[in-house]
Structures are given as structure tokens and as C-alpha cells.
């Protein structure tokens, strides 16, 4: 078989109305696919003005605003038959579900009621989002959907082998293959940093550039960033937080750093010039099945301090190219971010082995490993 005869129709919940790590890495997937000759068509919900264009041939699912805090996010309870027409006209060979969600299961409905294969992708740790919003008592339920969700497919790609055990500790047994991330090279990397760029936020040159890189909403970690930041105030350690990114819980996370510099939201080569103008990033997130942001950072040259969840340990070697913490402990976090301050040959062999190891997570081989699972699924 050739990737030429596959006809795919991927399921995203966002595939491009609000911009995250998840809807970014599908669609260099797409572009990864349709350069190889595969046909795919991708269904999603939509907005009238999305955060970026979409890559290939997008159909918008009906759909609603996420209830609650989280109104940017949208939410479709249902395949219209307009919808299951336009799928039926492109008479896929494969189905791929990229979020656990109500379409997601009518997506693989679909699929089992025409024979088709069904892949599932695994982008995102819902189940860890309720604790943030006073909803704990949900994981477990979360967790249950979850499972019952990964067993009705025939591939789960996960990012790495944290997430690959996490399932199967769920109970997932449906077989598990590696869709890691990768990193534009050519943007992300050390020659990127910029002294005259942190200037201009008012960072001082002699000032340690504590950096948190990813959308302002609680779930990243945001209540543990702000502890450790008090707690390095307390010991005295000279630094200043630089806060690149942009999200609903900005005036909250403000209140609480109030010394910090935020650069707001960038992209392309504006990016990259932050992330490698940081002295460490600190990524206390817990929600991360890759960590994006993680590989960025490593990319740039620089040290990474991070939460030991899914994700970062597949990437940080602890005490090597950064350091990993126990996810809640805000001393653990203050240590390591001081030393790597009061250490600058820690902090730069750090960052120096972190860039080498980042070097061997490219886009083109990576996302081969999806194509290659597609190609198998439709010969089975």
C-alpha cells in the first residue's frame, strides 16, 4: 500500500480556533500527510475569526461554548447528518480521533458501523483538570470515560512512554504507539537570545530570567509558579520572572507576580527570541502528555526545571539538562531554580546538554511514525 491510497478523516475538538500545543502538532501533521500524497479531511468545530489558518480541508462541526470560565473553548455534542454526509462523499479508509469527546465517540460509531479502522491520538491530561477547578472529586470519573474511550479504538499514539504507562495503569489495552513531538531547529535555538530584547521588558542583564511559556489558564501549574517566586523573594535570590504567553487567568497570575515581565503572546521567530532570552523556563504543569514548550526550551539552550509528571520525564534527565521536582513541592522547585541562579556553569552545562539532546526530535521523522501506523491499520 501506498500513503497515496489512504483517505483519512481526523476528529479534532480545536483544530485551529484557539492555538495550543495539541491543534499545532495536528496540524504539522496534516501538512506532514498531504506532502506524501494522503487524502485528508479534517472535522472540527469552528469560529468565525480562528488563531491561525488551517492546514488542508477543514469542515466545521456545530457546536457551542464551553459553560464556565473556559467559554473560549467550544464543545459539539453530535455528527449532523450534513456532516455525516460530507464524510460518507469522502469515503474514508481510516478514522482518526484526536480528543476523547463526544464526537470523538461518534466519530468511531461511524467508523465501527463501516468497517473503517480507528486511530485515537493522545494530546491532553483531562483528567488532572478538575483539581484546578475545585472538581477533584471528577478524576476518577475522568479517568473511567478515558479508558472506556482508548479500549474502543484499534491505535493509540501517545507522545512518549510516560503516557504509554499512565494507560496502561488506566487499564487501556488497546496497543500503544509513540507519536512524539518535534522542534523547528531552524527558529528554536541558542543564537536566539537576545540581551537588547529583555532590555526592553526591563530585565537587567544581571537578572536570572525565571520564564513560564504557555497559555495563562490555571491548569499549568500557575498557583505553584507564584509560590515558588514568593519563596525565592524570601531567600533573596536576584531574578525576574518573564512571562511569555497569554491566556483568561492573566489579571489572576499578574496579582500574584507582581515584579514580572509579560511579553504576551508570541509566535515564529519572536518565540524563539524569548524562550532563548530566559535563564530557566519552569514548567510546574502536571496537565503536559509532551511539553511542548519543555522541548523549546532545550532547543534554546536552556535549563528547564519541571513538574516530574508525564512529559518531562521523558525529556529531562534530572540533574543533567535540567531538573525534575515532586509536582505540589514548592521548596524542591525554589532549590533548583536558586542553584541553577547562584550556578552559572550548571545552568549553562545544562542548557548546553539539553540543545543536543533536542537536536534528535525532528517533525519530518517524528510524524512518519503516524503515517506508518495509518499504513499498517488499513493493511490489517
Known sequence: MHPSDL??????????????????ALNLLVGHLLARGVQVRVYSPTVETPAFAPTGDLVSIPSWPLPGERGEFRFATRLPRSVRDDIAAFAPNLVHVSSPEFVGHAAIRFARAHGLPVLASLHTRFETYPRYYHLGFLEPLVVHLSKRFYNRVDTVMVPGQSMC??????????????????????????????????????????????????????????????????????????????????????DWFAERVPGAAFAGFQRGEDLARAVASMDVLFNPSVTETFGNVTLEAMACGVPVVAARATGAVDLIEDGVNGFLVPPREIAGYTDAIARLAQEPELAASAGASGHAKALGYEWDRINQAVLEAYLG????
Open 377 to 380: 491499520l488499513v493493511r490489517g
Open 165 to 250: 504507562d499512565l494507560l496502561r495503569e488506566w487499564g487501556v489495552t488497546t496497543p500503544i504507539g509513540i507519536w512524539s513531538r518535534g522542534v523547528d531547529h531552524a527558529a528554536f535555538n541558542p543564537q536566539r537570545r537576545s540581551l537588547e530584547w529583555r532590555r526592553d521588558l526591563g530585565i537587567a542583564d544581571d537578572e536570572f530570567a525565571v520564564g513560564f511559556l504557555g497559555r495563562l489558564v490555571l491548569e499549568k501549574g500557575l498557583d505553584i509558579f507564584a509560590g515558588v517566586v514568593a519563596a525565592l523573594e524570601a531567600r533573596g535570590v536576584k531574578h525576574r520572572v518573564l512571562v511569555v504567553g497569554d491566556g483568561p487567568a492573566r
Open 7 to 24: 483517505r483519512v478523516a481526523l476528529f479534532s475538538g480545536n483544530y485551529n480556533y484557539v492555538r495550543d500545543g495539541a491543534n499545532q
